[in-house]
């Protein structure tokens, strides 16, 4: 009696087991929400933004991607249910996977420019922060105000791709307009001297003031469309619905100022300002 009552708990725990093997399967192949890969979110991202993303390195010297854009896109995987699979590159190149369809989302700090809208899609705003034209602090002089910075005399740095790019052409028509493929490019070149202004998002002057003091923020720089969204596949409309569903729940629940506030206390440490293939 013992033996077959044995031979029935096994032979149930093999159902089940096959059960369970069975409903995922399923859940795999309903793809709720039409990913590239059923069950992976597929996200582009350009890790030389700190604070919204950039390589942190660790006691041990490994650098981890970390910042809050980063935080947020593991907490709207989490919500989804659906594993994270990150992919890094310059911030131009996560326009065009966005406008090729190659990726479910972008998420860089991206404005929410209407000129982008063709080939993307906008989730709701997550995180509000405005424009700044920043230098050094030994041509601060130069600088008193917006208007200063249009100047046949002086080269200015924006990223490829940008609406810091549109702003330096709508600002700084008249200076020397130099294209930078990184955020940490501007910075870099602002510090050898090489160019003598740039535009930036002001939250990322800020975090990159903490790690090379002799930046100096001249001014907000006005820009209409205000705050961050994350970048989503044309026309993915269940996607963007749970992305934003977990966006307002990331708000919500506290979460996010958490990120941000962890993501400013990283950025003040140590930053690998390249990506890691450039080691
Ligand atoms: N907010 C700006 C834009 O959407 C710049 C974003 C740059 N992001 C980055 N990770 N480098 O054009």
Redesign the pocket.
């Known amino acids: 009696m013992k033996k077959l009552f044995a031979l029935l708990l096994a032979v149930v725990m093999v159902l089940s087991l096959a059960a369970c093997g069975e409903k995922k399967d399923d859940t795999t192949v309903e793809n709720k929400y039409n990913t590239k890969t059923p069950g992976v979110l597929t996200v582009a991202t ?1 890790p ?2 700190a604070p ?2 950039f390589y942190a390195i660790g006691e041990d010297g490994s650098a981890e991607l970390a910042g809050f854009d980063i935080a947020l896109i593991k907490y709207i995987a989490e919500y989804l249910d659906v594993e994270l699979e990150i992919i890094p590159m310059d ?1 131009d190149g996560v326009l065009l996977e966005l406008a090729n369809g190659s990726v479910d989302l972008g998420v ?4 929410p ?1 209407p000129d982008r809208a063709n080939s993307m899609d906008f989730s709701d705003i997550y995180y509000e922060g405005g424009q700044a034209f920043i230098t050094v602090e030994s041509k601060a002089d130069m600088f008193t105000d917006l208007a200063s910075a249009n100047n046949p005399d002086i080269s200015v740095g924006a ?1 490829n791709g ?3 790019m549109d702003l330096a052409q709508q600002y700084s028509a008249d200076a020397d307009i130099v294209t930078l493929t990184k ?1 940490t490019d501007i910075i870099a070149e602002l510090v050898s001297g090489k160019l003598d202004g740039g535009y930036v ?1 002001y939250d990322v002057a800020v975090a990159y003031k903490a790690n090379y003091p002799e930046l100096h923020i001249v001014c907000e720089v006005p820009y209409e469309v205000e705050g ?1 969204a994350v970048g989503v596949k044309k026309g993915n409309e269940a996607l963007l619905a749970g992305v934003n569903e977990a966006i307002a729940a990331c708000i919500e629940d506290g979460s996010f100022s958490k990120f941000v506030a962890d993501a400013l206390e990283q950025a003040s440490g140590n930053i690998y300002e390249g990506l890691l293939e450039d080691k």
Do not use: H, P, R, V
């Open positions: 350009s030389d933004y919204y993303e911030f860089a700090g991206i404005s420019d990223q940008t609406i810091q955020a998002e961050n």
